[in-house]
């Protein structure tokens, strides 16, 4: 199969979702991935946030050969030897009590929704109001979209969960004028991923985590992409003194096989009881088995050290280029979530980054990202970062 032939498969019988890279990745080994014609490119978008070991981790392809040989998939009917493990190792590495194994972020996001409108219809009838944040990004499912604040993921699918309100980041008086006695949960992404990797003031969180515990709302942390060591901590919360009522994650959690979670303490972790809440696929023994392997590569600390020392050395090359490329107007980052906005579009410059080996992605049309895997090197940054500079030297019209 060429890249032709599958473009041409995917024209005439894909629903036209995506607007393709034109490359189709084949393989993939430490932090660089193989295209079909055999092109090496240094992968810093890992697939959204999900390579965080990169590709072809040894250990990752050990515990795929032991566990399929074993058992892939058995459903929530009956146990597995990992799922309750797993929950034990998540939960303390959050501060959370429980947990519930999802097959992906939208569907932890959908599991967070049901725990704060179950346990806030308990409390008080219509006491169902959800605060979320202009800009988020929560997933995809009608939920989801609910709850994420850019209106353009959510204008066509209406009508959306009612009782939802949105409120500008970081602006705490917004926020304390939108709670209420009917809201039942806040909904917060530490850092806006999607939205352009824009870190939440500590300041706003914790009146976020105050204006919930004073309303008995939940403050939910949504980690999905920002979790399980991406900002250079086990979740971007604990660079704060706040702690959640849920947390939901997924992306690297099981090194690229599908799995996510959202977790709860307090009334929160025991709201949804036998028959309430269910998933075919989530937490299957092969998913969970990789995030035990996810979870033990992060135990010694090194990695997380790791992304914080590569998280500095981009953002400050990043830097560096912004003060040679007046069309840059801002280098954002925590961690290895990393981003350059620039006054114009930026898919000329991530194809051309793509052209010259390194892969990125575009958000919100003028804003480059980067999601390196935790295992890079300094020799890969400073790779990163001469290719980053070719490209802005390309001469274009601004927007
Ligand atoms: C913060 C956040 N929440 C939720 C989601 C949705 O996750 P998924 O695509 O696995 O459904 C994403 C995906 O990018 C995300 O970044």
């Known amino acids: ?44 978008i890992t697939g959204i946030g999900v390579n965080a070991l990169g590709h072809a981790h040894p250990r990752v392809l ?38 519930f194994f999802t097959v992906g972020g939208a569907e932890a996001a959908e599991g967070a929704i049901k725990v704060a409108r179950s346990l806030g219809q308990k409390i008080a009838p219509g006491k169902i109001e959800i605060i979320a944040l202009h800009n988020s990004f929560h997933g995809r499912t009608c939920g989801a979209l609910s709850i994420t604040g850019q209106p353009r993921y959510r204008a066509p699918f209406g009508p959306l969960l009612p009782g939802v309100h949105f409120v500008t980041p970081n602006d705490i008086a917004d926020l304390r004028a939108a709670v209420s006695e009917r809201t039942c949960a806040i909904i917060i992404e530490p850092v806006q991923g999607e939205g ?8 706003f969180l914790a009146a976020a985590a105050e204006l919930a515990h004073q309303h008995q709302a939940l403050l939910i942390l949504d980690e999905i992409q920002c979790g399980l060591g991406r900002t250079g901590k086990p979740f971007a919360f604990q660079w704060t003194d706040v702690q959640p009522d849920l947390v939901i994650t997924a992306k690297p959690i099981a090194c690229g096989y599908p799995l996510g979670v959202f977790m709860a303490r307090g009334p929160a972790a025991t709201v949804l009881d036998a028959g309430t809440h269910g998933t075919t696929f989530g937490g299957g023994p092969l998913a969970c088995r990789l995030a035990l392997e996810f979870l033990d590569a992060l135990a010694d600390g090194a990695l997380y050290q790791n992304v914080q020392t590569l998280g500095a050395q981009l953002k400050q090359g990043m830097q560096a280029l912004a003060r040679k490329h007046k069309f840059v107007t801002e280098v954002r ?20 980054m793509a052209e010259l080996g390194l892969l990125a992605n575009v958000t919100h049309d003028t804003i480059i990202r980067m999601l390196p895997p935790y295992i890079a090197e300094p020799k890969h940054i400073d790779q990163a970062l001469r290719i980053l500079g070719k490209a802005l030297k390309l001469k274009l019209p601004s927007a």
């Open 1 to 44: 199969m060429d890249l032709a032939q599958a473009q041409d498969l995917e024209a005439h019988y894909l629903i036209p979702t995506y607007t393709r890279v034109p490359l189709m990745l084949v393989r993939g080994k430490g932090v660089f991935v193989y295209a079909s014609d055999g092109k090496k490119y240094l992968d810093f």
């Open 62 to 99: 050990a515990a795929i050969r032991a566990q399929s040989k074993l058992l892939i998939h058995s459903s929530n009917l009956y146990l597995n030897p990992y799922q309750g493990l797993l929950a034990q190792r998540l939960t303390a590495l959050s501060g959370m009590e429980r947990a």
């Open 196 to 203: 352009g990797i824009h870190e939440i003031d500590p300041a």
């Open 333 to 352: 980052g925590k961690g290895l979530m990393v981003a350059m906005e620039l006054d114009r579009p930026a898919a000329p410059y991530v194809n051309r």
